[in-house]
């Protein structure tokens, strides 16, 4: 079970500092390790970084010794909501400067925004100075990563693509996904078990609605974007609301349509359209490729989809 922020003690509190460090110093190895054999220069950069990232570790132990023992739990960034999630970097993948800059920066002002509301929390006058070094620390480091060779105008689209991401695809990505597949199932289980286009329609209206306003509310609630930079729960939650209510308003309008086999089929083709523009969303904006994103996509949707015909068949 993860838990907020907020509730976390000044002890979990260093014991996660302890290990978001130990995580970036393997991160910062790892990326260094990729751009070895091509990009040497920048690969040191980045293990001038690591060994960054081992000294606020050791200032953390040694402080939490002083105050809590020396067994330190084990507390990970998944622990705890409000952490945008890191994936690994693979040994045997191609990887460019700009990449590993991308990475490093998101990296950082994660990490710095994580020390200052840590801070801002800490009664301890000791934990509070060394958290708020580490903040204005970690600061550094994102100004390294961002002096890593690239052009200013190349920084700011960057900047602001990362940031659209964040506070706009993904939530949007989410529940455009959640509305076009998970009303399938009872959309196609109404139209089969009633042979009302009506029926249908209001079957689909009433999962549709309802799903917005779940996925509004889930995902307003996931964090308050403090720590991750992803904006404003409302804006966030009316983001991904709407997008839920649209992808499922997008199958549901057909069964408007008197005759409900012509309905059936009009809605088969929207939904298409619907996995597609997904697929087409996850390969533009999450660097997904697109063979990958079209089979974990349409598999899903058909899965679903036959989960509603065979139930409003029997």
């Known amino acids: 079970m993860t838990r907020s922020f907020d509730s976390l003690s000044e002890r979990e509190v260093l014991a996660l500092a302890i290990s978001l460090e130990e995580e970036d110093a393997r991160i910062y190895d790892d990326l260094a390790a990729a751009l070895q054999k091509?990009?040497?220069?920048?690969?040191?950069?980045?293990?001038?970084?690591?060994?960054?990232?081992?000294?606020?570790?050791?200032?953390?132990?040694?402080?939490?010794?002083?105050?809590?023992?020396?067994?330190?739990?084990?507390?990970?960034?998944?622990?705890?909501?409000?952490?945008?999630?890191?994936?690994?970097?693979?040994?045997?993948?191609?990887?460019?400067p700009e990449e590993a800059r991308r990475r490093a920066e998101v990296m950082e002002v994660e990490t710095r925004r994580f020390y200052e509301a840590a801070a801002a929390r800490a009664t301890d006058a000791r934990t509070r100075q060394l958290l708020g070094d580490l903040a204005e620390e970690e600061r550094k480091h994102a100004r390294a990563a961002e002096a890593l060779p690239t052009t200013p105008a190349e920084d700011h689209a960057a900047a602001r693509r990362r940031l659209f991401v964040l506070q706009v695809i993904q939530p949007g990505l989410a529940g455009l996904m959640d509305g076009s597949v998970s009303t399938l199932a009872p959309l196609f289980a109404a139209a089969f078990a009633t042979q009302s286009s009506w029926n249908a329609f209001l079957v689909g209206l009433a999962a549709t609605i309802g799903a917005g306003i779940s996925m509004g509310f889930a995902e307003a609630l996931s964090d308050d974007g403090s720590l991750t930079g992803r904006g404003r729960p409302l804006t966030r939650g009316l983001v991904c609301g709407l997008m839920?209510?649209?992808?499922?308003?997008?199958?549901?309008?057909?069964?408007?349509?008197?005759?409900?086999?012509?309905?059936?089929?009009?809605?088969?083709?929207?939904?298409?359209?619907?996995?597609?523009?997904?697929?087409?969303?996850?390969?533009?904006?999450?660097?997904?490729?697109?063979?990958?994103?079209?089979?974990?996509?349409?598999?899903?949707?058909?899965?679903?989809?036959?989960?509603g015909v065979l139930i409003g068949s029997s």
Not at 66 to 90: A, I, N
Not at 288 to 294: D, E, I, N
């Open 38 to 96: 091509d990009y040497p220069q920048v690969a040191d950069e980045f293990r001038r970084l690591r060994a960054d990232e081992d000294q606020h570790r050791h200032r953390l132990l040694d402080l939490y010794r002083e105050r809590f023992g020396d067994h330190v739990p084990l507390l990970r960034r998944h622990d705890v909501r409000g952490f945008v999630r890191r994936d690994p970097v693979w040994p045997d993948s191609p990887l460019t």
């Open 244 to 307: 839920t209510a649209a992808g499922g308003l997008g199958h549901t309008l057909p069964y408007l349509i008197p005759d409900v086999k012509v309905a059936t089929w009009v809605a088969v083709a929207v939904v298409i359209l619907e996995l597609v523009l997904i697929a087409w969303i996850r390969h533009r904006y999450m660097d997904t490729s697109w063979g990958r994103s079209l089979v974990q996509v349409v598999v899903g949707g058909i899965l679903v989809f036959l989960t």
